[in-house]
Nanobody, 124 residues
């Protein structure tokens, strides 16, 4: 069974940092693009960051650019999201995604694999 399992969420004060992890199980994800999305209460799921299968290319939502960093370790079948300078508006459930098409990840169309999410709460 193919799974993406997120971890690393929790409660942090504004200005703090967290690192989310997403471990792939059941297949290798080294040839897939990976992404992070988030969904705040009452809002739609939104794109946060993506990384290409090679790891050479990344992109970010404007709201997190300069504060969040996505990376991957294919030896561990894991992708990370380092989140710094966190703000209360970053509070959301964060989801990991994997897809064969790096270009379309931000569009959130027919994503191949989703994790179940991990909650990040940023207090003011």
């Amino acid at each position: 069974q193919v799974q993406l399992v997120e971890s690393g969420g929790g409660l942090v004060q504004a200005g703090g940092s967290l690192r989310l992890s997403c471990a792939g199980r059941g297949r290798t994800f080294s040839n897939l693009a990976m992404g992070w999305f988030r969904q705040a209460p009452g809002k739609e799921r939104e794109f946060v960051a993506r990384i290409s299968g090679s790891g050479r290319f990344t992109s970010y939502a404007e709201s997190v650019k300069g504060r969040f960093t996505i990376s991957r370790d294919d030896a561990k079948n894991t992708v990370y999201l380092q989140m710094n300078s966190l703000k209360p508006e970053d509070t959301a459930v964060y989801y990991c995604a994997a897809d064969s098409n790096y270009a379309t990840i931000p569009l959130n169309i027919a994503i191949d694999y989703w994790g179940k999410g991990t909650l990040v709460t940023v207090s003011s």
